[in-house]
């Protein structure tokens, strides 16, 4: 039988867990000695050597990325806390910051440490209220105890930490349209290079990391890299915040090691699919994540290399499970509705293109569009993608393009025939 | 001198200047890379992604050509399928939005999107649903008027106003399609530089209240000039046209580029100067009080200095050298006084660290390099000796009252050289032995040189109905040695060594000539 395996998730359950003496009494703040007493850069090797990768979504090593910091820079380093949690079917980092704060901020204590940072910013998206409230309170209660502030841990050594709120656009969750709303700006991505560990906040060196990878870090650091690696597979070690939603039984955040395979997950926590309908779709990482037919799904294991050799994404393991009740066009229109309305606007192919999809997706479902229509839908999602600044248009364009062509006959059946003026039209143009 | 560095560009070898981006170090040798945001004075922001370009091994291998530096071997691909489609792709996207309303747009014919059509798309609309609506003829203040719709979202106006003029009244609001340029309600621009963004803009979103409808961009002729409405002497370009049966009229001055002046800019104040040039012109010349042939007034005029016991000359410190060196060679002939007394010209704390000066006469250093007189007192005292007084063009009403240049000529006979009613006061200007109408600045050749000591040509391109006699010829035909503008230019050289080596006006480089302090003073 699966069992979750508890790092990050071990105080969820705890009542009032996100107070201070609580956690305490569970064990939160106990490597902060083992901390100060290591150097800096062993800090960061031990993390390098966890195998620790960026849970936003890109999973990026933490370790490699924490090592692109300029050396011997008179400027002051910066870490930012990506907490803008936003992408659909996403709900993971939200537990953190409502069930156990403290580990986040302990967490936070580590990563400055390294990096030699004495100011953070939590950037917590702006519909996250209650988790903000906690959060700010766990913070107080923490300066208050002298755990950070002017002497963290009765060392030598100052960290501030400064809760931002978004005012509600998923643009903001990518890490340069994050640093520009901190600065009070538009949130717009920034062109890269730059990038952020060389120019960031306040064009200052800066390190960005997503509040689960923030709160691996306490059980890294007090256990060892070794015995982190020991969940997981080699290429992507430790466990991971599964969230687990749509049509299932259980729906629910599920800790796991990396590696298990997804329809086992599906059926063994999550109950399977729920009325017991068949299984129609997977999104395996959140919206942006390309589906996975229920065939590709039954092959497919939960890590970074198993998703990329399925031609999709490990994204930030929320898992949507689709059953046959499920419009696939009409889940085409929803997505592409979400990521046309948070374009942020800068770059011409997805400010134009997003829309012009979203236009012609609701044609296809209205049933007023015709096989030129799909077509056109089709190559927008290769004209768009791979020209802009960020990667929104990606996303919008990579799950639009699996769900047309592995669902393609659910769109053609939606098409009415092509009008003949508009065939005489055409062929009268040719001549 | 830059240093040069030798790249590839599909394959072929060029050499161009280090440290500029692509699209300026290869438009430099004639290769045009597309772009919308990018602009040279106002940097890179990357947002239009026309001009993404491939770099053969590059990592990334499609960068923007804006952000990219120009480097030493590089492999830059621009007829790759791949940046063609690109270039495709995106004019397509930023076409769906489009009104593409081009026969009522004032851009038609200069406009990018036009242009960038016809070279990198050229294909039918695939624009099967209905296109975002947005605002039109939104009034931006300052005399810009905009269309959201027509708006590629490429930001210029915006950096404009933040970067250069730093009064940031625009910005972009809203995301996706929805994104558009507005201003902060209640706080339109408001600024002496707000028109330029007119000029920035890449299509015909922002429009020019004062241009809009007049005229399409290519029925206007252009001429290379200067402004004259102060002493920076911004580069400009006057079109005009000549409509049938009607007269050569100057539709708009928008700046030309020259790093050493004015960047790529000019004041609104500026701009507005063509209407003096159009309207309330004078128009006859006139001998006590009738209109009369030229040759009678200068007659009439040379036998006055002729018999005179003191005569006084006043040129106008916006005259060119030429016309300057002109008169200085009558009065040298004659034994008359010159002097270019304009105090009223001077409009204190009128100027900014920009553009505008404080002094409005174009050529206020040229009167200086040729040792004209300009002080008050001067003025004065051979005004009250002199029983015959010749204004060549300079509009004393700036600098004294009516009263004041009646009291001053009250037994002196006039004969006033001017382009507009009024230079002389209404009251004196009815006393006055003669009048003749003389040419403006957008209607003859010449050099002036500005308040930094940089000597600049320009080109007159208006050709009036009504033919006018510039200064050089009124000079001449009141007796001057200088006979046309070929003679006086070869006086100003004589005076100003620096010019010795130009053959002619039109000699001089684009960019101008600085003569240094001390060449002005041998």
Request: charged letters at 25%; proline letters at 4%.
């Amino acid at each position: 039988m699966m069992q979750e395996a508890k790092i990050l998730s071990a105080k969820f359950a705890i009542k009032n867990s996100n107070k201070l003496t609580v956690a305490k009494k569970h064990g939160a703040y106990q490597t902060l000695d083992k901390l100060f007493s290591s150097k800096q850069g062993d800090v960061i090797e031990i993390v390098k050597n966890s195998g620790l990768r960026g849970r936003g979504g890109a999973g990026f090593p933490t370790g490699m990325k924490w090592s692109f910091l300029p050396k011997g820079l008179d400027k002051p380093v910066y870490l930012a806390v990506n907490a803008d949690e936003s992408e659909p079917g996403t709900f993971k980092d939200r537990y953190i910051l409502a069930q156990d704060p403290h580990l986040l901020i302990e967490g936070i204590i580590i990563a400055c440490y390294a990096i030699n940072s004495h100011d953070a910013y939590i950037y917590i998206r702006g519909e996250y209220t209650t988790q903000r409230t906690i959060l700010q309170n766990a913070i107080d209660e923490a300066c208050k105890a002298g755990l950070i502030g002017e002497k963290v841990g009765k060392q030598n050594y100052r960290i501030n930490i400064t809760i931002h709120r978004g005012a509600g656009a998923y643009i903001c969750g990518e890490e340069t349209a994050l640093l520009e709303s901190i600065e009070g700006k538009k949130g717009q991505p920034r062109s890269k290079p730059p990038f952020p560990a060389v120019e960031g906040l306040y064009a200052c060196p800066t390190i960005i990391n997503n509040v689960q990878s923030i709160a691996s870090l306490p059980w890294i650091i007090q256990n060892g890299a070794m015995a982190y690696k020991r969940y997981g597979i080699e290429s992507a070690t430790g466990t991971h915040l599964f969230g687990i939603s749509g049509h299932v039984e259980k729906p629910g955040v599920y800790e796991l090691p990396f590696g298990l395979p997804l329809l086992d997950v599906i059926n063994e926590m999550a109950g399977g699919v729920w009325k017991g309908r068949k299984l129609k779709g997977v999104i395996p990482g959140g919206s942006s994540c390309p589906v996975l037919t229920p065939e590709e799904a039954a092959t497919a294991t939960l890590d970074y290399a198993s998703m990329a050799e399925h031609k999709t994404m490990f994204g930030s393991g929320g898992i949507v499970v689709l059953d046959e009740t499920v419009s696939m066009p009409e889940l085409a229109v929803n997505l592409t509705q979400f990521y046309h309305h948070e374009s942020c606007g800068q770059c011409t192919p997805c400010r134009e293109g997003l829309g012009w999809m979203e236009k012609i997706l609701k044609k296809i479902v209205a049933g007023e569009a015709t096989m030129r229509d799909l077509n056109l839908v089709r190559e927008l999602c290769d004209n768009i993608e791979g020209k802009t600044v960020c990667v929104l248009a990606a996303a919008c364009t990579m799950p639009i393009r699996a769900l047309l062509d592995k669902y393609r006959d659910e769109f053609e059946a939606l098409l009415k025939p092509e009008p003949t003026d508009a065939v005489t039209e055409a062929s009268a143009e040719q001549e | 001198m830059t240093e040069m560095i030798k790249l590839f560009v599909n394959g072929e070898e060029v050499e161009v200047e280090s440290g500029k981006n692509l699209i300026d170090a290869l438009e430099k040798v004639g290769i045009e890379i597309p772009h919308f945001c990018y602009h040279p004075a106002l940097g890179a922001d990357g947002n239009c992604r026309m001009c993404l370009v491939g770099i053969e091994d590059g990592r990334p291998p499609v960068v923007p050509a804006c952000k990219t530096l120009a480097k030493e071997g590089m492999k830059v691909l621009l007829d790759a399928d791949n940046i063609k489609k690109i270039q495709h792709d995106v004019m397509e996207l930023e076409f769906i939005n489009h009104p593409t309303d081009c026969p009522i747009c004032d851009q038609a014919g200069e406009c990018k999107l036009q242009d960038y059509y016809m070279k990198y798309e050229g294909t039918e609309s695939r624009m099967w649903v209905p296109q975002v609506t947005k605002r039109k003829m939104q009034d931006f203040g300052g005399g810009v008027i905009h269309d959201q719709e027509r708006c590629v979202a490429c930001g210029r106006c915006v950096r404009f106003l933040r970067q250069i003029t730093r009064t940031g009244e625009l910005g972009l609001v809203n995301r996706g399609d929805d994104c558009r340029v507005e201003f902060f309600p209640g706080r339109p621009i408001n600024n002496r530089y707000g028109l330029n963004v007119v000029d920035l803009c890449p299509v015909g979103a922002l429009t020019s209240a004062d241009f809009r409808f007049k005229q399409r961009a290519w029925f206007l002729k252009r001429a290379e000039s200067i402004c004259h409405g102060c002493s920076k002497g911004c580069n400009i370009m006057v079109d005009h046209n000549k409509e049938k049966y009607e007269d050569d009229i100057i539709y708009r001055l928008r700046p030309r580029q020259n790093e050493q002046v004015n960047g790529w800019f000019m004041c609104d104040e500026g701009r507005m100067t063509y209407k003096l040039e159009n309207d309330n012109r004078l128009e006859e010349c006139t001998l006590a009080g009738a209109v009369r042939p030229l040759a009678d007034i200068f007659a009439d005029a040379e036998r006055r200095i002729e018999r005179a016991t003191k005569v006084l000359f006043l040129v106008s410190p916006s005259a060119s050298l030429e016309q300057l060196a002109a008169v200085q060679a009558l009065a040298e002939k004659t034994g008359a006084t010159v002097s270019a007394f304009s105090d009223g010209y001077i409009v204190k704390d009128d100027g900014d660290d920009f553009l505008i000066k404080d002094d409005k006469a174009a050529n206020r250093a040229g009167v200086d390099l040729l040792g004209i007189a300009k002080s008050r007192t001067h003025f004065d005292n051979m005004a009250k000796e002199a029983d015959v007084f010749i204004n060549f063009g300079n509009d004393l009403s700036r600098s004294l009252s009516e009263e004041q240049i009646g009291r001053l000529f009250s037994d002196t006979w006039v004969l006033n050289g001017a382009t507009h009613p009024g230079q002389l006061g209404a009251v004196m200007e009815k006393k006055v032995g003669s009048s003749i109408a003389l040419r403006s600045w957008s209607e003859y050749h010449g050099v002036v040189v500005n308040c930094d000591g940089i000597a600049q040509k320009f080109v007159g391109g208006v050709m009036k109905n009504v033919e006018r006699p510039d200064i050089v010829e009124m000079a001449a035909g009141l007796g001057s040695p200088a006979t046309g503008t070929a003679a006086a230019w070869a006086l100003v050289q004589k005076k100003i060594p620096a010019l010795a080596e130009f053959g002619g006006f039109l000699e001089l480089p684009a960019e101008g000539v600085k003569l240094t302090d001390n060449e002005a003073g041998k």
